[in-house]
């Protein structure tokens, strides 16, 4: 397995050498559109997002765009280690970008956003359906 590894590595570096650096990060994103991952959970009144971010360093690194039905999560994970350099990264970096379609009308502000052990949860209000009232007006020439 071991002499397996070797091979695709020299394979991958060869590749590398030939099409620049920069060409299996680029190719990665290919495989990991669904990503980051998200779960949605409704009731009568909300949404709840949770949203699998592990090592954002910082809420800039993050962007969170709603529009009625529709989430979209952009941004940036980089993992760098001073006096390193990497051997073997199979843990997402570079930007990102999703959409998820959302199961219901949603406001555009979320009621409350927290980050915490490497999950965003957003917690969304639901827009409801509002009841169209007849309107009757007055004649002013009676």
């Known amino acids: 397995m071991a002499d397996q590894r070797k091979k695709y590595q020299d394979w991958k570096d060869s590749i590398s050498g030939f099409l620049g650096k920069d060409f299996w990060s680029d190719f990665q994103d290919f495989f990991t559109k669904n990503w980051p ?25 993050v962007h969170i765009f709603i529009n009625h039905t ?51 949860l957003l917690t969304l209000n639901r827009i409801r359906d509002f009841e169209v009232s007849e309107i009757i007006i007055a004649d002013d020439d009676n």
Do not use: M
């Open 37 to 61: 991952q998200v779960n949605l959970y409704q009731n009568e009144t909300q949404v709840l997002c949770l949203i699998a971010l592990p090592g954002i360093q910082s809420v800039n690194d």
């Open 70 to 120: 529709q989430l979209t999560i952009k941004g940036h994970l980089n993992w760098q280690f001073q006096g390193f350099e990497p051997v073997e990264e199979e843990i997402y970096k570079g930007r990102f970008e999703r959409v998820i379609k959302l199961p219901v009308p949603v406001h555009h502000e979320p009621v409350e956003a927290v980050y915490k052990k490497g999950i965003l």
